[in-house]
């Protein structure tokens, strides 16, 4: 139990074009889930708290205007780049909560590789 | 503010011998402690979560200590085998759903044949 997928595992862009990146829980609903960008041997950057039904909320120094966000059901959050730019490139994963017990475990998605020309 | 560190970037073991991982935290009382591992290209899989007044969790060849006083976590993989070989996370987190799960930077772990 606890699977969570994300659509596309990688992508390659031209500058300029927007990406959007799904990702689903499968077998559980999650009202909560996270987004994180990875650079090599780094680790997880939280780049965003996603809400069903309300707002992103975004941590310090990441626009919103370029990476929205959209949780639009308990089992689906996507992460659109907007206008992608080489710097923009990088790993991109997703985390559903799944909150049991009291005790908060996030699984995790298998990640996209996002490559921008 | 919130600070967690893991023991090194890179370990490199034996295959057979234990492999010892640690993290230490700073300002931060976590309710409770957790493990994933990370191979390359991939995103983190959970392994192991232990709480605040547990001492020590054992799943098969992985075991657990969390000691709240010295702010720690010993993460051990006993009888290592190269598949071993990944990048391990530990989080802390807190009884909330307003709080949120925080990350260390992860041991990259090598185990030669």
């Known amino acids: 139990g606890a699977v969570v997928s994300q659509h596309p595992s990688r992508v390659i862009c031209k500058s300029g074009t927007s990406v959007k990146i799904e990702c689903r829980s499968l077998?559980?609903?999650?009202?909560?889930m996270f987004w994180y960008r990875q650079f090599p041997k780094q680790s997880l950057m939280l780049m965003a708290t996603?809400?069903?039904?309300?707002?992103?909320?975004?941590e310090q120094g990441v626009e919103k205007d370029k990476f929205l966000i959209n949780h639009a059901s308990l089992t689906l959050s996507t992460l659109t780049v907007t206008s992608a730019h080489p710097e923009d490139s990088s790993f991109y994963i997703c985390?559903?909560?799944?909150?049991?017990?009291?005790?908060?475990?996030?699984?995790f998605g298998p990640g996209t590789r996002l490559t921008v020309l | 503010s919130q600070k967690i560190e893991q023991n090194s970037e890179a370990l490199n073991i034996q295959e057979g011998k234990t492999a010892t991982l640690t993290c230490n935290y700073t300002?931060?009382?976590?309710?409770?402690l957790q493990w994933y591992r990370q191979d390359p290209g991939r995103g983190p899989v959970f392994l192991l979560l232990i709480r605040e007044n547990e001492k020590e969790k054992r799943k098969e060849r992985l075991k657990v200590t969390f000691d709240t006083t010295l702010k720690q976590s010993l993460f051990h993989i006993t009888a290592s085998q190269p598949a071993d070989s990944a990048t391990y996370l530990c989080?802390?987190?807190?009884?909330?759903?307003?709080?949120?799960?925080?990350f260390g930077s992860g041991t990259r772990l090598s185990i030669r044949p």
């Open positions: 300002n931060y009382s976590p309710a409770y």
């Open positions: 996603s809400n069903e039904g309300s707002k992103a909320t975004y």
């Open positions: 985390s559903a909560r799944l909150v049991r017990g009291g005790l908060d475990t996030q699984y």
């Open positions: 989080a802390l987190g807190k009884y909330s759903s307003a709080s949120k799960i925080i």
């Open positions: 077998d559980f609903q999650a009202t909560t």
